[in-house]
């Protein structure tokens, strides 16, 4: 784990390379399909959640990967939104993979995604702890016809109570990313301590460019002309907190199935996930 200093981390990123050994990857390598097997990516997913997810969760290969345009990887997994019919009751389908960092330990997350989802509701794609309290959403989404926006979200302060607004969730500036394109995201989880810690994301679009991170997220629903920036709130000295620490250890994918979201079948997808414990991954 590296050492930080000031929030920055001290090693090869401060020399511009983007060079993480994996410690963890899932590319859905293993099968296609809507089985277990193939979603959990021959166990390195080791839980599967919800009993409509076949209808779901689907890993997609071949001339489907293709035609959405992604060439690094040959397949990627697909989350599709859709309701059951019943009013206030959606399908939801979830993956996770347990105690996959050690405890209390910072590390860097990326994932490759695109989302075509036009849903409004909040959809909690990329979380620590699936089900349950959730202690950390790391990226969340909410879609319009306009494009989606990416947010990152804890319910916990510093002491491990309840987080409240407008501290509690933050967006990037308001200009949406575009449907039909890919995008890489990554985040640092820092720990300043064994309890208290701070996220730090960053989307780059296909090029390589960086798009948005911490200097760039603002206060849950302030606009950027006079909100806080997310850098500036950890520069201040404020963290999150975790009081059950081992919660944080087990990472998860979901289609949330929000009460009164749309049964839109509309989708959105990940690729090439990888998590490292001593650097910043990149597009390596």
Not at 88 to 100: A, K, M
């Given at each position: 784990m590296m050492l930080t200093n000031g929030g920055r981390k001290v090693g090869r990123a401060n020399?511009?390379?983007?060079?993480?050994?994996?410690?963890?990857?899932?590319?859905?390598?293993?099968?296609?399909?809507?089985?277990?097997?193939a979603?959990?990516?021959?166990?390195?997913w080791t839980n599967v959640y919800c009993p409509t997810r076949a209808d779901v969760v689907t890993?997609?290969?071949?001339?489907?990967?293709t035609a959405l345009g992604w060439t690094r990887t040959p397949n990627i997994i697909r989350f599709m939104q859709r309701s059951s019919g019943v009013p206030?009751?959606?399908?939801?389908?979830?993956?996770?993979?347990?105690?996959?960092v050690p405890v209390s330990t910072s590390h860097y997350g990326r994932t490759f995604f695109r989302s075509d989802q036009t849903n409004g509701i909040n959809q909690h794609a990329l979380t620590y702890?699936?089900?349950?309290?959730?202690?950390?959403?790391?990226?969340?989404?909410e879609g319009s016809a306009g494009g989606v926006r990416k947010f990152i979200r804890t319910y916990y302060d510093s002491a491990g109570d309840q987080s409240a607004w407008p501290n509690d969730a933050w967006y990037p500036t308001a200009v949406l990313l575009a449907h039909a394109t890919w995008y890489r995201y990554e985040w640092w989880m820092e720990y300043v301590t064994a309890t208290t810690y701070r996220i730090h994301p960053r989307i780059y679009n296909m090029a390589g460019v960086l798009l948005y991170?911490?200097?760039t997220y603002f206060h849950n629903n302030t606009p950027p002309a006079g909100g806080a920036t997310l850098a500036a709130w950890y520069a201040a000295g404020n963290?999150?907190?975790?009081?059950?620490v081992q919660l944080a250890r087990h990472l998860g994918l979901t289609m949330e199935g929000q009460p009164g979201a749309?049964?839109?079948?509309?989708?959105?997808?990940?690729?090439d996930m990888k998590l490292s414990l001593d650097d910043w991954i990149g597009d390596n």
């Open positions: 020399r511009g390379i983007a060079s993480g050994e994996v410690h963890w990857f899932s590319d859905w390598a293993y099968l296609a399909g809507s089985t277990d097997p979603i959990q990516d021959n166990n390195k890993v997609l290969t071949g001339a489907e990967v206030l009751v959606g399908w939801c389908g979830g993956i996770e993979s347990q105690n996959v702890n699936l089900l349950g309290a959730i202690q950390v959403t790391i990226w969340g989404q991170d911490s200097a963290t999150y907190g975790i009081t059950d749309a049964n839109n079948d509309l989708s959105w997808y990940h690729a």
